[in-house]
């Protein structure tokens, strides 16, 4: 089992729940859109997180929600600047292939922190041939949003009129046809992942070019 220190750099406050953790990188390599195992060192708990960061970055970060009445990602939110964590991995095969590398045009959907994998995509290969939809309640969860050139991405706000489009992924999606021949990129919940394949395996696309990454 791959298994490495890290100690914690900076703590980035995005809302009142999330937050980018940046650790040392100390040499960790990976392929955009994989994720490790983070765990307390004393106590060997962990949980799954995608990378946030790019393969360039000098640090590795994690994007994290705290959820309500979840231990691990409380125990996350309470790390202090030089306290370590344990990151074992990487892990997963949610990673671009060479079609997408070289131009093919490709569709990134994700709920709230399913923007993760998605930043490390589009930081580390700045030249894709990329459209985000990202599907979150209010606009301040527009996380990382910097990243994305505007024009190649798409906020769906569902509890207030405040992104490019009110309303949830899903009738997004069905209110604007996917052309057959794209690649899509699932992140997030597993109800949106099965509805929205759905969606687009209507749409013509084979289930080969429907990829996802299920947080919960
Ligand atoms: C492959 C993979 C990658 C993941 N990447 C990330 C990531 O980049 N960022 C991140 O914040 N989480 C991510 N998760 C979820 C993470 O592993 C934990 O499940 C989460 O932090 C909750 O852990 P907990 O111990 O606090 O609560 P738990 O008691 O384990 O979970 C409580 C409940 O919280 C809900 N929940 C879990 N994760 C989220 C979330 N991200 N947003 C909203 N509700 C959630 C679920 O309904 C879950 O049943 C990922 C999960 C997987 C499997």
Do not use: W
Not at 24 to 29: D, I, K, L, S, T
Not at 37 to 53: A, H, N
Not at 138 to 155: I, N, Q, T, V
Not at 208 to 214: A, F, H, L
């Amino acid at each position: 089992m791959n298994e490495s220190l890290h100690k914690l750099m900076e703590v980035e406050e995005l809302t009142p729940e999330t937050f980018v953790l940046h650790f040392e990188r100390n040499g960790f390599e990976f392929s955009p859109g994989q994720y490790v195992v983070l765990r307390d060192p004393e106590t060997g708990e962990g949980r799954e997180y995608s990378i946030y960061s790019s393969i360039h970055d000098n640090r590795l970060s994690f994007l994290i929600r705290e959820v309500e009445g979840g231990d691990f990602s409380r125990l996350l939110r309470h790390l202090k600047p030089d306290s370590e964590i344990a990151i074992e991995g990487p892990r997963g095969f949610f990673v671009l292939d060479e079609q997408v590398l070289s131009g093919h045009p490709v569709l990134f959907i994700a709920t709230g922190t399913g923007i993760s994998p998605f930043h490390s995509f589009v930081r580390s290969y700045p030249d894709l041939n990329y459209r985000v939809l990202h599907g979150v309640h209010f606009s301040d969860e527009a996380y990382g949003r910097d990243a994305f050139k505007p024009y190649r991405f798409c906020l769906c706000t569902s509890r207030v009129e405040a992104g490019e489009y009110f309303g949830r992924v899903t009738f997004y999606l069905k209110e604007n046809p996917v052309d057959p021949k794209t690649i899509c990129y699932l992140c997030g919940n597993s109800g949106m992942i099965e509805e929205v394949s759905g969606i687009l395996e209507n749409y013509g696309i084979s289930p080969e070019n429907i990829r996802s990454e299920v947080f919960f």
